[in-house]
């Protein structure tokens, strides 16, 4: 039977000024909230744990609550071009898995005892952790704080300067540089350790790349 859902829920705002007098912007805030028992885009699920389907409810894994997006672009003497992206994105969520096989089903992909799918970093990980922690416990494992759950909230802010050189009738050479991430922010993959019986529980050990920057020549005809 189909019982896989997921519901989806969101409030786009944006303003945005069209070029004149030199210059163009657009800034768009995004409220969203996607909830079910489908992780991320998929359309089919495995249940986690037959005997309590109920614990695959929560967050989608590819829940951001928050998302930001600024644009813009100045028309500069010499006809040069400066323009700029600025990108911000809440965190994502992650589940707690116990690390054995809890229902004897060949899996270990069981949830910790008290915690359900996708629950950390949506308000309430003090809790949760307490949660995480009398299961360590229970195996004869120290307990773990709660500030070494990392997020992977995203901002990053890239640049571009560029100038055109028309050569003779449709030809032109436009000349580019550009830096992404500029501010050289550590954005973190969403690659969590959700083994709660691991002590890198809930770190990310993975980034995306820090700072790039490239030249580009480009030749139109």
């Given amino acids: 039977q189909s019982i896989g859902e997921v519901d989806y829920k969101a409030l786009l ?5 069209r070029l004149d007098q030199r210059y163009m912007y657009m800034i768009s ?25 109920q614990l695959d409810e929560g967050p989608s894994s590819s829940d951001r609550r928050h998302a930001i997006s600024a644009s813009g672009s100045l028309l500069l003497p010499a006809d040069v071009t400066l323009s700029g992206v600025f990108s ?33 970093n949506r308000g309430d990980n003090e809790s949760l952790m307490a949660a995480v922690n009398a299961w360590r416990l229970s195996r004869g494992l120290a307990a773990l704080p709660a500030s070494q ?7 990053t ?14 030809q032109s050479l436009e ?17 969590w350790s959700t083994n709660a019986l691991s002590n890198a529980f809930g770190r990310i050990q ?14 139109a005809f």
């Fill in 157 to 170: 802010l890239d640049v571009r300067v560029s100038k055109s050189f028309q050569i003779r009738g449709r």
């Fill in 13 to 17: 705002v944006r303003v945005e000024k």
């Fill in 29 to 53: 805030y995004t409220l969203a909230d996607s909830y079910g028992n489908l992780p991320g885009g998929a359309t089919t699920f495995t249940v986690t744990q037959a005997e309590l389907p």
């Fill in 88 to 120: 911000y994105r809440s965190t994502m969520p992650f589940s707690a898995t116990a690390g054995v096989d809890l229902n004897a089903d060949a899996n270990i992909t069981d949830y910790v005892p008290g915690t359900t799918r996708s629950a950390f």
């Fill in 206 to 219: 993975q980034a995306l790349n820090r700072q790039q920057a490239e030249l580009v020549v480009r030749f």
């Fill in 175 to 191: 000349l580019m540089a550009q830096v992404f991430n500029l501010l050289g922010r550590d954005n973190l993959q969403p690659t």
């Fill in 149 to 155: 759950i990392d997020t992977n909230e995203f901002a």
